[in-house]
């Protein structure tokens, strides 16, 4: 899976700069076989409509079994993650995803906004006196797992100690396969995540609060209620998507911000362009590169035949600079017209991301207080940043700093 058109997936090359090569699958393979049974799609056309058409769907164990073998589903992390909401077909999708948009949606955005704000300014209050620092470990990882926290109403204390499991269970999204190390490591993580919140659905169930978790231990519509292994689950779900994906989103449009010292300038000297600069810094280089569906019938997706069962990965970062939908779209550009295609950072179709509000408002939230609080900032080594050696999730592993 690591070679296509004598491209390397998994070469320290590729990590740094994958555009030039998902251009090339663009225009010589935009359907490519990686493996049997599994496909890459990179064109916008295709990603857009895989992501929309009910013909496919999610089947994660599947998946697990063609690249792993048929025993390793029953591995305590890949258990875990096939429990995830983003992960489910209607009517099991559908009915989940209305319980928990209805816990979700009590959070309105003038909350998440102060959330955001409150707890931004509250870590930069932590290191700028410092007047060196690493944004990614110091400010982009914090930040939204201060957030979930106060989400959830857990002590700060108690979610430091899932960063490294949450790294480790999100490897399990890899394009590539992962080795039996960081399976045994992910399966730790699921353990830790488990037992964590199970205790704390049993203590809310006896204090219940305006928090996430017992807004989700109240959701229902009639007698249907969220199971405890839902809920459960969908924390662990939470605590990734929110944290992983979103840390990962910060350090990218902070570096990318200042690769661009033009288009940086431009938002200092008119800061009603931030919502315009988090929509093109989640187009040029967005933190969730690959989303996964299963054809559930057989479907022709441009010249080849998806047959039933197969899986298709789909390229989110490939599409985001397609040159067919986006002009320019190698050019980082603030002030970019609104099209009626928008970019799939998110997703789309019924899987569309529950949190892209909150994403959105916490990207907001971090460029706006860093560029005013620290109007000296400059980051170090963006030529050459520390990228991470991983594809479905793209970011930094440093961003140095000093002001």
Known sequence: MDTVLNINLDSPAFFADPYPAYAKLRSDAPICPLMPGIWLATRYQDANRILRDARFGKDFLAGVARRYGKDAVMEPAFQMVNRFMLLMNPPEHTRLRTLVSKAFGVKQAPELRYLAQRETHRLIDGFIDSRRADLVNTFAYPLPVRIICALLDIHLEDSLRFL??????????????????????????????????????RERRKNPGNDLVSLLLQAGEGEDRL????????????????????????????????????????????????????????????????????????????????????????????????????????????????????????????????????????????????LRRLPELQLENIDHPSWKPTITIRGLAHLLAHW
């Open 227 to 370: 199971s405890e292994d839902e809920i459960i689950a969908n924390m662990a779900l939470l605590f990734l998507a929110g944290h992983e994906t979103t840390a990962n989103m910060i350090g990218n449009a902070l570096l990318t911000l200042f690769r661009h010292p033009e288009q940086l300038d431009l938002l200092r000297g008119n800061p009603s362009l931030l919502p315009q600069a988090v929509n093109e810094c989640l187009r040029y280089e967005t933190s969730v590169h690959i989303a996964a569906r299963v054809a559930m019938q057989d479907v022709a997706v441009g010249a080849v035949t998806i047959k039933q069962g197969e899986t298709v990965y789909i390229n989110l970062g490939a599409a985001n600079r397609d040159p067919a939908v986006f002009k320019e779209p190698e050019r980082f550009l603030i002030e970019r017209a609104e099209l009626p295609q928008k970019p799939l950072s998110f997703g789309g179709g019924m899987h569309y991301c529950l949190g892209a509000r909150l994403a959105r408002i916490e990207l907001e939230t971090a460029l706006d207080a860093l």
């Open 164 to 201: 490294a499991d949450t790294q480790a269970l999100v490897k399990v999204f890899e394009l590539s396969p992962i080795g039996a190390d960081e399976i045994d490591a992910a399966n730790r993580a699921s353990h830790a995540f488990d037992r964590y919140f199970r205790e704390i659905c």
